[in-house]
């Protein structure tokens, strides 16, 4: 898929296909991910997936999880905060994933205020280590529909030349 193609098309999905992910496809979203750029190339991050039921299962006691719950994968996006850049380091890998992602066939959704609560519960589920940072977990999986194209702002509204 042309990138422009995967840039239009991708959109936040929350319902998914009963399909697992196969590691191979999965590996190759990481793959495209671990090749963003990073503030320093200190790439200070750590791709977990999670592929197993009992793992997937477990986000969905937390409440606005539910769905998160059902996906057959999920990838967790934890960064080592010692480097300045953390965030948009990690964010630039979430932006590749889903675009990677969606070039192969499969939604996703960037999930980070909802977990922003269980942190704590979710670095000490996956055993990451205690001064690391829980960015984001992104579900992946065939949408059971794609969704609509979200309202965005026209390019006259977000652009100028010269001046703000
Ligand atoms: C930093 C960030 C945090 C987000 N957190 C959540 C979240 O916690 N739960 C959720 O369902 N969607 C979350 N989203 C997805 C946005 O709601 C979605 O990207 C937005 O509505 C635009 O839709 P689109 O992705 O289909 O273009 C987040 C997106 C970003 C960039």
């Given at each position: 898929?042309?990138?422009?193609?995967?840039l239009?098309?991708?959109?936040?999905?929350?319902?998914?296909?009963?399909?697992?992910?196969?590691?191979?496809?999965?590996?190759?979203?990481?793959?495209?991910?671990?090749?963003?750029?990073?503030?320093?190339?200190?790439?200070?991050?750590?791709?977990?997936?999670?592929?197993?039921?009992?793992?997937?299962?477990?986000?969905?006691?937390?409440?606005?999880?539910?769905?998160?719950?059902?996906?057959?994968?999920?990838?967790?996006?934890?960064?080592?905060?010692?480097?300045?850049?953390?965030?948009?380091?990690?964010?630039?890998?979430?932006?590749?994933?889903?675009?990677?992602?969606?070039?192969?066939?499969?939604?996703?959704?960037?999930?980070?205020?909802?977990?922003?609560?269980?942190?704590?519960?979710?670095?000490?589920?996956?055993?990451?280590?205690?001064?690391?940072?829980?960015?984001?977990?992104?579900?992946?999986?065939?949408?059971?529909?794609?969704?609509?194209?979200p309202v965005k702002k026209s390019l006259s509204d977000v652009m100028s030349y010269e001046r703000f």
């Amino acid at each position: 898929m042309e990138l422009q193609s995967a840039l239009e098309s991708r959109r936040s999905v929350r319902r998914f296909l009963d399909e697992p992910v196969p590691r191979t496809d999965l590996e190759q979203m990481v793959k495209a991910a671990s090749w963003a750029p990073t503030g320093c190339n200190r790439q200070m991050w750590k791709f977990i997936i999670l592929d197993k039921s009992d793992d997937i299962h477990w986000f969905g006691q937390f409440s606005g999880m539910g769905w998160v719950a059902k996906a057959p994968a999920l990838v967790l996006f934890v960064l080592d905060p010692e480097t300045e850049y953390w965030r948009e380091d990690g964010s630039a890998a979430v932006q590749n994933f889903m675009l990677a992602a969606r070039a192969l066939g499969y939604g996703t959704c960037w999930v980070q205020g909802q977990i922003v609560p269980h942190e704590a519960a979710i670095k000490k589920q996956f055993v990451i280590p205690p001064t690391w940072r829980v960015l984001a977990v992104v579900p992946v999986g065939k949408p059971e529909k794609w969704p609509d194209p979200p309202v965005k702002k026209s390019l006259s509204d977000v652009m100028s030349y010269e001046r703000f």
